[in-house]
DNA sequence: ACTCCAATACTTTAGC
DNA sequence: GCTAAAGTATTGGAGT
């Protein structure tokens, strides 16, 4: 195998393997310290919002409704209610 | 209340109280977008990681590790130690 | 501390410290393991249901819908609509 | 149709189908009722192992690692090792 | 298409 | 009471 060669099975643990290695566990870091950045601002967002009297449970909500395809919104909608109608739910 | 008045209880849903709620949703979208603009990242270094022969759980064990080490270990690490050993686990 | 005293601190680590801890620890895992055994039985029930044409997502939202207090769930419902309507969703 | 038909589609919301779904229902109910009795168990033999001076963390720590062991360890351990090493962790 | 597992979100509990 | 942490449940993606 020509380019790389993994940190893997029999083969010798040369200095290139270990540096790839290394270089692939510290670009994932990186990357999960920039997501854990976003994640907090999300947070901090909703905690001012609620400082602000929103209900936050509603703005997830919201949220996540949006992020829906519409059709399969609707869908769903349809078989809960005709469950919810079994139920005498409605 | 001063500043504002969110789109809640008794209140006139003003022009303003819905630019203000339009605003948190979309800068909650926005980040969101960021969010999962990372995670597409990292999910490709594992992808392509694990084409050049990495064991893909195995790296995620190690990045899981890297990030617990500095945080816990020592505290707990003592008790700990004490119940495995009446247990016989050590 | 009359009874008996805990695997801990400086005590001496007693016989009787010891048969107490893992008489502990083998409680936790008797009833885990009982936990475990009704959570297979509820996997079941919705694996089977799906398999007579229910659809599972809307099973666990009926039991969801129903768990919750219904004036919470109205006033829930009231909130999440103004905001809907405030963003035109409605 | 032979055997039932659920509550769905273009069908006629027959009293039988009605009565297995509720069926359904119930019989989760009944499931999720008896796993939150065990938990409550659980939360029990934590909160009097804490009034006898026990650290509850670490308990829940061993709990956790004697279900772990047995199912991964070994597998797992060999690669985990490999990198580890490459990485200066060991 | 379906199963399995990892990641996210939500809920509840403990501690300040 | 509120923030922080754990545990639990649901969702989404990867593998078969």
Redesign the interface.
Known sequence: MAT?????DDEP?TKF??D???S??E???R??E??KA??D??RD??AE?KG????V???R???R??KQDPNERAE?ET??E??????G?L
Chains 1, 2, 3, 4 share one sequence.
């Open positions: 790389t060669a993994a940190v893997r643990a393997a270990k790839q290695l290394k692939i566990i670009r994932i870091e990357l999960e920039e997501k976003i994640s601002d999300i967002v909703y919002s602000n009297g929103y209900d449970k509603a703005l909500t919201i949220v409704m949006r769903a078989i809960l005709t469950y919810m109608q079994a139920l739910m």
